[in-house]
């Protein structure tokens, strides 16, 4: 079965409805087998059109990928990203931010990362956790030290979707594609995942007591969630929410996604100029002999 991009994007302006979205679909693949054949194809082609991409040097790509704890975002970056040479990829994590972010504008941290034209950018996480995390723990808005007249304003989670949309628009309007991933996992694959990483020796390193304690906040990360894709899915730079439960399929959606995105780029390897080819052809000459 054909993976069309379109069934998992939010169009501008659509209620997103998390809870009418499936976190699980039928398989895109018959085997285990077909599955590494599938992924190996897109990553094959993925990789081609990365070198295009470096030397077409018109666009660069910035892939974001957010959800809940053990959603597959490291699994996403690990298997999805296996093939693209690393000098033309970067990928940058973002936690709680320190003292020097806390002292800048919100976007700041990320924007000091974002990828040059020619290369592609991954962030896990990224400045969406500005209205997620801290729309779930509003306690967090004491620690950034923003004025005093803006804490209280009904209009900051409107104000932050606005800022988002114009500096996604801007970077659009500079070369830079967006992809944003929300992984979409359930509340009881969660819950198996979380075991697994407590029985396996292997995985414990993976496990915080931290993600309990986050995990007792899931109806409001549904809503912040909802409310983020509804106000800053645009025609730009659109939501893609993917469904988790299956890793093996997520995978598959998200290397769609991006091989759409870079297809529709329509590059092409720039041509020599008249000089360039001079050159070329004497080099050829010397080399032959």
């Not at 997620?132 to 923003?146: A, N, S």
């Not at 209280?152 to 500096?167: H, P, V």
């Not at 399929?249 to 769609?256: D, M, Y």
């Amino acid at each position: 079965m054909k993976i069309r991009s379109k069934d998992f994007s939010v169009d501008p302006g659509e209620k997103a409805e998390i809870s009418k979205r499936p976190t699980s679909v039928g398989p895109f693949f018959k085997s285990k087998k077909e599955y590494k054949e599938i992924l190996k194809k897109h990553i094959k082609e993925m990789a081609s059109l990365q070198g295009l991409l470096y030397a077409a040097d018109r666009y660069s790509l910035l892939i974001i990928l957010q959800g809940m704890d053990a959603a597959g975002k490291d699994g996403i970056i690990r298997h999805v990203m296996s093939g693209v040479n690393p000098q033309g990829c970067q990928v940058s994590s973002f936690k709680q931010p320190s003292a020097e972010e806390i002292d800048h504008d919100f976007l700041w941290r990320t924007t000091r990362h974002l990828p040059e034209r020619g290369r592609i950018g991954i962030f896990n996480r990224s400045y969406y956790e500005e209205v997620l995390v801290v729309r779930v723990h509003p306690e967090i808005l004491d620690y950034q030290k923003l004025p005093e007249e803006l804490i209280g304003m009904k209009s900051l989670w409107k104000n932050r979707y606005r800022s988002i949309t114009d500096f996604e628009e801007h970077l659009h309007n500079n070369g830079t594609r967006i992809i944003k991933i929300f992984l979409n996992l359930s509340k009881n694959e969660q819950k198996n995942r979380f075991l697994e990483r407590i029985e396996d020796p292997e995985k414990n390193w993976k496990f915080s007591e931290a993600d309990i304690k986050e995990r007792q906040y899931w109806d409001q990360y549904m809503t912040a969630f909802e409310e983020c894709l509804n106000h800053t899915s645009s025609k730009h730079s659109p939501w893609y929410v993917v469904p988790a439960d299956d890793k093996k399929n997520a995978r598959l959606i998200v290397s769609q996604v991006i091989l759409d995105t870079l297809k529709s780029l329509k590059m092409s390897y720039p041509e020599p100029t008249p000089e360039q080819l001079a050159e070329l052809n004497s080099a050829k000459k010397q080399l032959i002999g």
